[in-house]
């Protein structure tokens, strides 16, 4: 049977949370309006970005939320831009995913970003050749939607009790259980171990090469 692991990237593979905040602060700038807290704008992550810039405004305003998304892309891309740009890999990522490939684990990728976004960040840790599924926000309705999994489990064969997601929010954990499939947290995310333990995280790990022991 194909055991399935499928990663979020932001605040799980990736440390970019600083990278959000700031974006999301300069985009609500950028239109006039006053940023949200930086607490805010963490639960947010993993979200695809209208429907998160939406979130944030906490009005019915689809004009607005769109007017704030492009904003935040135009943030980003010049931030990227930037000689002092980083969005570092976690500690332990790549020893965690070199255990799994030596297992012959089957591995994906599920996130918020589209798919230039996340093909640029895998190609820049040279992650790419770890994954066989990409799934991404551009391609799919917004976490917890479970489409992205269903996908991921349609590409490689895996059962839904085969396979398993593994990320830092509430919007990870809720995918999972949504499709099917079994849900591990990492508490060094944007999400409280706490909040992902209720939402129904099996486990919830304070770094990725404990997972070794999980799956």
């Keep these: 049977m194909t055991q399935l692991i499928v990663f979020d990237c932001d605040g799980t593979l990736v440390d ?13 700038a950028a239109v006039g309006l006053v940023a949200p807290s930086v607490e805010r704008i963490r639960h947010i992550v993993g979200v695809s970005l209208e429907p998160a810039m939406r979130m944030l405004l906490g009005r ?4 607005m939320g769109r007017r704030i998304a492009e904003a935040y892309r135009e943030a980003f891309f010049a931030r990227r831009a930037m000689p002092d740009h980083d969005e570092p890999l976690f500690e332990g990522v790549l020893e965690t995913l070199d255990a799994l490939a030596a297992r012959g684990a ?4 599920a996130t918020g970003k589209t798919m230039r976004g996340l093909v640029q960040i895998l190609e ?8 066989v599924t990409l799934q991404t ?5 917004s976490k917890p939607h479970p489409s992205m999994l269903e996908a991921a489990m349609r590409e490689t064969g895996a059962a839904a009790d085969a396979t398993w997601i593994i990320g830092d929010t509430t919007w990870d954990i809720e995918m999972g259980r949504l499709a099917g499939c079994r849900s591990i947290g990492v508490s060094y995310g944007n999400h409280a ?7 129904g995280a099996a486990h919830v790990i304070d770094r990725l090469n404990d997972l070794l022991d999980l799956v």
């Design 124 to 131: 820049r840790h040279a992650l790419e050749r770890y994954f």
């Design 106 to 109: 089957v591995m994906g990728v």
């Design 60 to 63: 019915d305003d689809p004009e």
């Design 137 to 141: 926000a551009d391609l799919h309705p």
């Design 193 to 199: 171990p706490e909040v992902l333990r209720t939402a």
């Design 16 to 28: 970019s949370q600083a990278v959000i905040v700031a974006c999301a602060q300069d985009a609500f």
